[in-house]
T-cell receptor, first 114, second 116 residues
Framework: GENVEQHPSTLSVQEGDSAVIKCTYS??????FPWYKQELGKRPQLIID?????GEKKDQRIAVTLNKTAKHFSLHITETQPEDSAVYFC?????????????FGAGTRLFVKA | DGGITQSPKYLFRKEGQNVTLSCEQN?????MYWYRQDPGQGLRLIYY???????QKGDIAEGYSVSREKKESFPLTVTSAQKNPTAFYLC???????????????FGEGSRLTVL
């Protein structure tokens, strides 16, 4: 079945450093790759996404890259700030009978130390 | 305010009882989803629905049931057959249409179920 693996499970960085989270997916039919941020006690919210016809996308301090051949995609956060501390989930979405399935990775807990 | 509402926020259940979690959205979204969140395991898909009166099993559907009688509503029943029902349940919706493309999920605030 479809599977998304996410690494690392925990990441600790110093404020101002960069953070990178990597994911791999199993189903080559996946065509949409969102990233969600979940702060403690809150609902997950989309921070950036990329579609399969694009290799890279940036939004201020956040960027996502996609390698379709290798079935890898990564989240890059530059100039990290304490408010970036949260759990980040990657996901892969693909069309199936009856709708779209979005499969999530296990999450990365990011700590940004001031 | 437009959004997706889950209730109750906290629920306690005795073993052997069924319980139904409510999910309502007023975003006019076509698709709705139920996920289960356990520590260290991310979000696992239980059921999803693209249109009214149709729904599909996700990866962990055993012990759960859903209905989609209205576009706005997608209730989840946790049955007594679910062996480990204590978890945090998240409902989501998205504006998926028959375009061949996935879209952003908008989540509710979640329901925490504890089986005593």
């Amino acid at each position: 079945g479809e599977n998304v693996e996410q690494h690392p499970s925990t990441l600790s960085v110093q404020e101002g450093d960069s953070a990178v989270i990597k994911c791999t997916y199993s189903d080559s039919a996946s065509n949409y790759f969102p990233w969600y941020k979940q702060e403690l006690g809150k609902r997950p919210q989309l921070i950036i996404d990329i579609r399969s016809n694009v290799g890279e996308k940036k939004d201020q301090r956040i960027a996502v890259t996609l390698n379709k051949t290798a079935k890898h995609f990564s989240l890059h956060i530059t100039e990290t700030q304490p408010e970036d501390s949260a759990v980040y989930f990657c996901a892969a979405s693909l069309g199936r009978t009856g709708g779209f399935k979005t499969i999530f990775g296990a999450g990365t807990r990011l700590f940004v130390k001031a | 305010d437009g959004g997706i509402t889950q209730s109750p926020k906290y629920l306690f259940r005795k073993e052997g009882q069924n319980v139904t979690l409510s999910c309502e959205q007023n975003l006019n979204h076509d698709a709705m989803y139920w996920y289960r969140q356990d520590p260290g395991q991310g979000l696992r898909l239980i059921y999803y629905s693209q249109i009214v009166n149709d729904f599909q099993k996700g990866d962990i559907a055993e012990g759960y049931s859903v209905s989609r009688e209205k576009k706005e509503s997608f209730p989840l029943t946790v049955t007594s057959a679910q062996k480990n029902p204590t978890a945090f349940y998240l409902c989501a919706s998205s504006l998926d249409r028959w375009r061949g493309l996935g879209g952003e999920l908008f989540f509710g605030e979640g329901s925490r179920l504890t089986v005593l």
